[in-house]
């Protein structure tokens, strides 16, 4: 499970006074009540001295997977899970009552749902911490057997379906690594009741609204606003799905991908079909007009997994970022241990109160993962701008722009950028280039933006009982076809567990985040190129090594939560909404590009 703030916070109260008031008792005894400030005082010191424990057992379970380090991370996660079910239990004495605006929004964000809410009795709290370890530490742990007896872990069926061209040969990793999950389909289902248990016993309905409560709007209103952005990219995936198609039809034949239905799961270059760029070889508009192939340069330049992260840390010191603490090297897991089961999925960790900040990420030499490094910098860069601020306050406005920094430094990537730093051998400068860069970068950013969305479309279902255990896997590929226009490649049944083959369900992480950070990561960019005094095409803008740039996100990052987000969006941007026209302007190349592919043929699906 992951280390979120121990203190967990929703909506907005005024309280009574800010003077402490006396209780007087019937037998003349008086005490002093607490006031809110000093309430929030206590909790946040409290809560640092836990937090310091529960953050060791969760690095150490999580860098070293055994029956051992699963009995410490849930004995900490139920320890955890404990204070969280007494800070909500206190805070609510202070709704409805006054008190200054900064006591205010920190009550507001205790009473705030977590990804897993505290049920308030003790030995539910117990099972839930065991629950989320269990899962996690499986899907960690999880390897694909074949009838010969080999046995493959994630990455290397990843780098399988990234790479291979033949149609079986895909077909069976994709189904292998879906034969990990079955064996906690049961634990899950469990785990969706603690889990509305605890949502609860926090204040609301089931475990759908307390995740959507943490955007400083009414859920509903929530709903709706994730849905606006949806409606607002969807056409621009249909031309690119319906181009992608196509081409895969000439790549494995109609019979296989046929031209007016959702295309085989398995064909997209991705174990869950979300981004798309590995398919970039047969989607490249104009052959080998200005190569992008930055995983090549950085094999043969002999790139090790040390030197990838200080690239990525050099692009936020040429913004005027401080670089990071040697601590962050010494204790960080960069490199996959070869001896021993961890979770490679990549994470990045605020431990000691911004003192020790770490990654976790089993680093390969490719391009994508020089951006997972950017991606988990930005968290990281987050985690150092904001650690000034009270416990309470360390956080992302919301978790959409936590996961939209690192991401945003990547759209400064450019070829002028890459060139620079000697990763490819020319910038050309032509329509066809561009088409092209921009083809690769769709694959990636677009195509995400339907599984970005799905994921907890599924979830809200499944927590709120209109997906029923028995139709888990259907009820996940009716969305998987509506969302994404995909299919399974073979025949499911109530058997598989799909949806747990992806690491945020097991992990437990909402995932509403990264679709929110998908579209608000271009708003940022533009923002940011604005400052940087950019002129011109904004697929052509880095702010690499731009100060007045760096300035205005440090100074977003720094607010950490302390202000509601629409105060840190107009702080960098000018703008209060979440907003998609910045990428749908930042594609207009490729979209004119996809029209005219398409004229002739019958999209959707
Ligand atoms: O999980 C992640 C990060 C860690 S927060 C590596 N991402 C999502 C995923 O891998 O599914 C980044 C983009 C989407
Ligand atoms: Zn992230």
Redesign the pocket.
């Known amino acids: 499970m992951k280390i979120k703030s121990l203190l967990i916070g929703t909506a907005l109260f005024v309280s009574t006074s800010f003077v402490a008031s006396t209780t007087v008792y019937a037998d003349g005894h008086a005490e002093k009540q607490e006031t809110a400030k000093e309430f929030v005082a206590r909790i946040q010191e409290e809560g640092r001295k836990l937090a310091k424990e529960v953050e060791a057992a969760y690095w150490v379970r999580n860098t070293y997977i055994t029956p051992d380090t699963a009995v410490l991370a849930a004995k900490a996660g139920e320890r955890s899970l404990a204070f969280e079910s007494s800070v909500v239990e206190q805070a609510k004495r202070f709704k409805g009552t006054k008190m200054d605006a900064e006591t205010a929004r920190a009550i507001e964000l205790m009473l705030r749902g977590s990804s897993a809410p505290a049920p308030n009795d003790p030995k539910l709290q117990a099972e839930l911490a065991q629950v989320l370890t269990d899962m996690e530490g499986q899907y960690g742990s999880g390897k694909y057997c074949n009838e010969n007896g080999e046995c493959r872990e994630l990455q290397e069926l990843e780098a399988v379906l990234a790479e291979s061209r033949d149609y079986q040969e895909l077909l069976d990793v994709w189904q292998g690594w879906r034969s990990v999950s079955p064996a906690y389909r049961k634990t899950y289902q469990r785990f969706v009741e603690l889990g509305n248990q605890g949502a609860q016993d926090s204040g609301y309905e089931n475990l759908a609204e307390a995740w959507k409560s943490g955007y400083d709007m009414d859920t509903g209103e929530f709903t709706i606003e994730a849905r606006r952005l949806w409606e607002q990219v969807k056409p621009f995936y249909e031309e690119l799905h319906c181009h992608v198609r196509a081409k895969l039809g000439e790549q494995y034949g109609t019979d296989k991908v046929p031209a007016d239905g959702p295309i085989p799961a398995h064909l997209l270059g991705n174990m869950w079909s979300?981004t798309w760029e590995n398919i970039y070889p047969i989607m490249e508009p104009y052959k080998g007009v200005a190569s992008l192939d930055v995983t090549k340069a950085l094999k043969e330049q002999g790139y090790d997994e040390l030197k990838m992260t200080k690239t990525a840390e050099g692009f936020f010191t040429s913004l005027g970022l401080p670089a990071l603490p040697e601590s962050f090297y010494e204790n960080s897991m960069i490199k996959k241990p070869r001896d021993r089961n961890v979770v490679c999925?990549?994470?990045a960790w605020d431990m000691d109160n911004g003192n020790d900040p770490r990654i976790k990420q089993c680093v390969e030499i490719t391009e994508e993962q020089l951006s997972?490094l950017h991606?988990e910098l930005g968290h990281i860069y987050y985690y150092i701008m904001y650690k000034g601020q009270p416990p309470i306050f360390k956080g992302g406005a919301h978790d959409g722009f936590h996961?939209a920094i690192g991401d945003t430094i990547v759209l400064s990537m450019t070829p002028s950028y890459l060139k620079e730093k000697g990763l490819i051998d020319e910038v050309v400068v032509s329509e066809e280039a561009t088409l092209n860069k921009q083809m690769k970068l769709a694959l990636e950013k677009i195509a995400f933006l339907p599984f970005g969305k799905m994921i907890d479309e599924w979830r809200w279902k499944v927590f709120s009982g209109e997906i029923a255990p028995e139709d888990y896997n259907q009820g996940w590929w009716d969305l998987r076809t509506e969302y994404q226009g995909i299919k399974p490649p073979l025949a499911r049944s109530e058997k598989d567990f799909d949806a747990g083959a992806k690491y945020?369900i097991p992990g437990n992480t909402p995932y509403t985040r990264?679709f929110l950070s998908f579209i608000m990561q271009f708003q940022f960019h533009k923002a940011l190129c604005e400052k940087s005094g950019h002129k011109g095409p904004l697929h052509e803008c880095s702010i690499y090594d731009n100060k007045v740039a760096g300035k205005a996100l440090g100074d977003m990052l720094t607010m950490g939560q302390s202000k509601p987000w629409p105060d840190a969006m107009e702080a960098l941007t000018g703008q209060r909404k979440m907003d998609a026209s910045a990428i749908i302007d930042y594609f207009a190349p490729l979209n004119a590009y996809l029209k005219e592919q398409n004229a002739n043929r019958q999209c959707g699906w």
């Open positions: 979300q999925h990549a994470s997972t991606h996961e945020h990264y």
